[in-house]
């Protein structure tokens, strides 16, 4: 990778980073900080595919699934304030969250066979 683009990607994070409140900020370092189990993450794979995982693939897996996660998280928080709500996350917003995200994926999946298929 450039020296430059490097630089850049790094000023841009740390000015991120100093214009988080409080809250954001909390909630980013718990996400910097948690990580998935890899020897679970590669466990379950090799069970759901029926064949050995590779490190790599465990380590590919979890990472997308750890996004995967925040993302359904950030859908929960945001469906608490339409709703009014406060304090933690409850299995609800998780669930209207999932739903939401679902939705999503299935809206962007279609446009996208459009896009093939012209």
């Known amino acids: 990778m450039n020296l430059f683009v490097c630089l850049g990607i ?31 993450v590669k466990r379950l794979v090799s069970q759901v595919l029926n064949q050995q995982c590779s490190q790599t693939m465990a380590f590919v897996v979890a990472g997308f699934s750890k996004v995967y996660v925040g993302e359904i998280i950030e859908k929960a928080r945001e469906v608490m304030e339409e709703w009014g709500h406060s304090g933690a996350i409850r299995p609800e917003h998780l669930r209207e969250a999932h739903r939401r995200y679902k939705k999503e994926r299935v809206k962007s999946a279609s446009i996208g066979k459009k896009l093939i298929q012209r």
């Open 10 to 40: 790094y000023f841009f994070h740390r000015v991120l980073l100093e214009n988080f409140t409080g809250d954001q900020l909390h909630r980013y370092e718990g996400y910097r900080r948690s990580a998935l189990n890899r020897t679970n």
